[in-house]
């Protein structure tokens, strides 16, 4: 079993190394396109801005690379919005792999309830069904920080409430995604990550 | 439903976890790492480890300890304490930081939460603001540990900062802090109503009814604390359990 992280110029990408290297798992974090490639699975993560980080995928040729994969694929945050159609950040076309807009959230008007965004912090997932999950993981708490989502559609695998009703989660064929952070999710997370690693 | 946060906050020196009284008079408490790991097992939401070590010796052994916190624990975690540049944030992103904490260096130039706001994204930046209550809705910000009066005000700052790309501020009550009578209720809710990112409450906890109060009358999003942890006069489990039985969301 051998995992690729895609490396990119933002985010926090060392803590997804972590979290593979407290399951026990190999793994590297690479640019390369053959070592991508030929992966057994390969591990999308992010927290940055959608459009400067298109602009980095396409000028080191990744966006058809990741398009084109055939094994399994996970996305975390950035990594699942890029995977959409289009991102309302920075208005830019994305990877189009799920046919999903991403949309910035509205602070509701008035706002009782002094709801904020960035959406950050632990909420719950719901309504799971994709091979990422298991039914024991209904209901529990994962870790979220993002200003932008997803709406629920044919491809969602997990609901989360905030503000609205937005996918936790997005499945399609090979495709895997999560807008919250399974590597930093606790026990939970992991547990989520040794789905993906068992698929 | 988005729960509310549980912060234990850990005061670093030389590789050790410290806790002040009032920022003064030092007391070590044990390791950084083995403490986190504890407290993210027993709940804990997320962790704040501020670096209060000045030598640039020790600046390097803090980014040493922020990678082994990385590798270790496996909830989302700030680290604050004499960030002042792009290339001291990077460094601390590059060892595993969720998040950097700015005070002092963005009080003394603001733009720094712009730049580290466009190079990190704002969920990345945490503004931290030290304020002591000056008269009626009057508060004043401070620098250095509380030692240092600025021109600056707590409630336009905090606006400030969230418009130049704060992600988040922690707000820390000097007038409240270890005193343990409660956290600055009336600002915090003044705060968390005129901004829309979130506000971490911090000064002032010394009972569990501290926590319920400063979610339902100061309208936080996290309650951060450090002795009542360290000290094992407040146990997490206890606490998350108490904030649910009063109708609090937390994640148990």
Known sequence: MKIAIIKYNAGNIRSVSFALDRLGVEHSITTNPEEIKNADKVIFPGVGEASSTMKYLKENKLDQLIVNLKQPVLGICLGMQLMCSHSEEGDVPCLGIFDEQVKKFVVPKPNPELIKVPHMGWNTITEVNSKLFDETLEGEYVYFVHSYYVARGEHTAATTPYILPFSAALHKDNFYATQFHPEKSGDVGSRILENFIKL | ?252
């Open chain 2, 1 to 252: 439903m988005l729960a509310k946060r549980i912060i234990p906050c850990l005061d670093i020196k030389n590789g050790m976890t410290v806790k002040g009284i009032k920022f003064l008079g030092i007391k070590e408490v044990g390791d950084p790492v083995e403490l986190g790991a504890l407290y993210a097992q027993q709940g804990a939401d997320e962790l704040v480890f501020l670096d209060i070590t000045a030598t640039h010796e020790g600046r390097k052994t803090f980014v040493d300890l922020v990678k082994r916190i990385a590798q270790h624990i496996n909830i989302p975690f700030t680290v604050g304490g004499g960030i002042s540049e792009i290339k001291d944030a990077e460094a601390l992103l590059n060892a595993g930081a969720d998040k950097i904490s700015i005070n002092s260096s963005a009080v003394k130039n603001p733009q720094l939460i712009n730049d580290m706001a466009r190079n990190f994204g704002s969920q990345f930046v945490v503004v931290a603001i030290d304020a002591k209550h000056f008269d009626g809705d009057e508060w004043i910000v401070t620098v250095n540990g509380g030692r240092i009066p600025t021109d600056k005000r707590l409630f336009p700052w905090a606006k400030e900062a969230e418009e130049r790309g704060a992600g988040e501020i922690l707000f820390t009550s000097m007038d409240h802090d270890g005193v343990k009578q409660g956290f600055a209720n009336e600002a915090l809710s003044k705060m968390s109503s005129e901004l829309s990112i979130p506000i971490i409450a911090s000064g002032g906890a010394g009972s569990m009814e501290h926590f319920k109060d400063v979610f339902t009358h100061g309208k936080a999003d996290a309650g951060l604390a450090a002795s009542i942890f360290h000290y094992k006069e407040i146990a997490i489990p206890d606490l998350k359990g108490y904030l649910k039985n009063e109708g609090i969301n937390v994640r148990l």
